[in-house]
Antibody, heavy 122, light 107 residues
């Protein structure tokens, strides 16, 4: 069974930093891209970031580029999202999702974690 | 930037057929994916690349895509189909784009 489990979500002040983690199991981790998406309270889905199989290529939404960093550790089946200079509008449930095998064209997300809430507030 | 437009809400009688549209400029030239999200749950992929159903998704779910409109069709609607539905495409300039979501009510 494919499983993705997020952790690290909490309350953080504006301007602060936070790192989310996603641990995967049930599939060959090194053959899939992994992505972060988010959903603000009562709002729709928004793409955040993605990373290719080797970790050498990353993509970011314009709203987070320069503030967020994504990385992966294939030895631990884990992807991390480092979030800096957080803003109140970053408040959302953050989902980790499995993508297809290429980051050149981001395809569908066929498995999602349960999500982790990040609240940015003073 | 590329935009996708979905109706805010849709309703279907129990056992009837629901259709949810996703409009975008020349969307027929793109691969469209659909997700179902029930309250307080993560999204679930129900259709990928226009017409394909992942393993475990009932045959009642189908998709089509042509021109400026992609459509998700749910046949023989059940109470358990009540959810928000989102369409998703990849655009060369805008990257990953989601529609605003459609709340489906089963009457």
């Amino acid at each position: 069974e494919v499983k993705l489990v997020e952790s690290g979500g909490t309350l953080v002040q504006p301007g602060g930093s936070l790192t989310l983690s996603c641990v995967a199991s049930g599939f060959t981790f090194t053959t899939y891209t992994i992505h972060w998406l988010r959903q603000a309270p009562g709002k729709g889905l928004q793409y955040v970031s993605g990373i290719n199989t080797s970790g050498g290529t990353t993509v970011f939404a314009d709203s987070v580029r320069g503030r967020f960093t994504i990385s992966r550790d294939n030895s631990k089946n884990m992807v991390s999202l480092q979030m800096d200079s957080l803003k109140t509008e970053d408040t959302a449930v953050y989902y980790c999702a499995r993508g297809t095998r290429s980051l050149v064209v981001v395809g569908h997300f066929d498995s999602w974690g349960r999500g982790n809430l990040v609240t940015v507030s003073s | 930037s590329y935009e996708l437009s979905q109706p805010l809400s849709a309703a279907v009688a129990l056992g009837q057929t629901a259709t949810i549209t996703c409009e975008g400029e020349n969307i027929g030239s793109k691969n469209v994916h659909w997700y179902q999200q029930k309250p307080d749950q993560a999204p679930v992929l129900v259709i990928y690349r226009d017409v394909n159903r992942p393993s475990g998704i009932p045959e009642r779910f189908s998709g089509s895509n042509s021109g400026n409109t992609a459509t998700l069709t749910i046949s023989r609607a059940q109470a358990g189909d009540e959810a928000d539905y989102y369409c998703h495409v990849w655009d060369t300039t805008s990257s990953v784009v989601f529609g605003g979501g459609t709340k489906l009510t089963v009457l």
